[in-house]
């Protein structure tokens, strides 16, 4: 990955920024207790942190979960491995929801939650199948809060369903941005923020995932031109 310049953002750069609500529609992973706690959360090697500790750890030894890789934001991603959360898989539509949903009942063989062995199996048929490399983690509790089922039919397959309103800017440059983890955006993406937390989002990703508010109502988003081309909604990265 090429050494791209380091995005930093300040409160003032969402002034002026668009007003969206979160509609993402994902499949959901719930990650249990697993035999010895899953794998070491270590940045494998090819990381540039390599070896290092992914969570904080125990006196200096790694949490045991579950290590994947986000494809969209060329981020290494984990999560423990207590039964406390889960793994989600980001932008699906209803036919992938399905096949997931499918390949997950085969991977179980009747168990209704997933060993560690089985769930990398569903992350790689994911990436490698159908072509989805949208992953990362979210509390089981921020998933009951935030999300409704879609369809009773597949109880895996839900939209976020929150009010929280979040600010969203466009970065049109390359960027590396520090957010939750560290994220690396080759061809630019739109950064959201709530409060004093922001992330990147895919541009793409975010087009299909966010509405935007008129008065109360919520719309579908058109193109980047559109919905950034305004004065104060895009930021560009100085090297």
Known sequence: MENLPLLKVEPVDFKRALTVVNRSKRFVISVPNLPDGGEPLVYPESSERAGQLMTKGSQGKPDRGVVFFNGKDNAWQSVKGGGADTILVNDVSTHQANLLLQKYRELGAGVQLLGLAEIKKLLSYAANELGIVDFYNKQRVSVERDMVVIDASNPFFMEVNSSVLHKAIYVPDGFAFDGPVKQVFPNGAVIVNKGKYSWGVDSAV??????????????????????????????????
């Open 206 to 239: 975010f087009l299909r995932s966010y509405r935007a508010l008129v008065g109360r109502r919520e719309r579908l988003l058109g193109s980047v031109e559109r919905e950034f081309g305004l004065s104060g909604r895009t930021k560009r990265v100085w090297i």
